[in-house]
């Protein structure tokens, strides 16, 4: 499995950015997906079922960021609405190992490399 995230980049307070993450070497339909920023500790932001049907945010994002997938596309996507400079950080897309995401970090079983946010004025 192979996973690579694009769309970080240096934007001011209040501003937004959309990550994306591209998949393959898997049946991405299949699995559910997530997103995970390091800063420096490694805090699972959102997370979507395989089918799109569910998802999940921590409270520190919850009501400024959205998860979406496209599974025609092999892609997740992250829209960042209204970011603060605590959201600087690393981000990186993870692949879990079933349908169903789950919230421990030891379920997911293959990482991108990540893509660098920072917020700031």
């Known amino acids: 499995a192979r996973l690579a995230e694009s769309g970080g980049g240096l934007v001011q307070p209040g501003g937004s950015l959309r990550l994306a993450c591209t998949a393959s070497?898997?049946?991405?339909?299949?699995?559910?997906m997530a997103w995970f920023r390091r800063a420096p500790e490694r805090e699972l932001l959102a997370a979507i079922s395989?089918?799109?049907?569910?998802?999940y945010y921590a409270d520190s994002v919850k009501g400024r960021f959205s998860i979406s997938r496209d599974n025609g596309l092999n892609t997740i996507y992250l829209q960042m609405d209204n970011l603060e400079e605590q959201d600087t950080g690393l981000y990186f897309c993870?692949?879990?190992?079933?349908?169903?995401?789950?919230?421990?970090?030891?379920?997911?079983?293959?990482w991108g490399q990540g893509t660098q946010v920072t917020v700031s004025s």
């Open positions: 993870a692949k879990s190992g079933g349908p169903m995401y789950s919230l421990a970090h030891y379920s997911y079983d293959a």
């Open positions: 070497g898997f049946t991405f339909s299949l699995y559910s």
């Open positions: 395989a089918n799109g049907d569910t998802t």
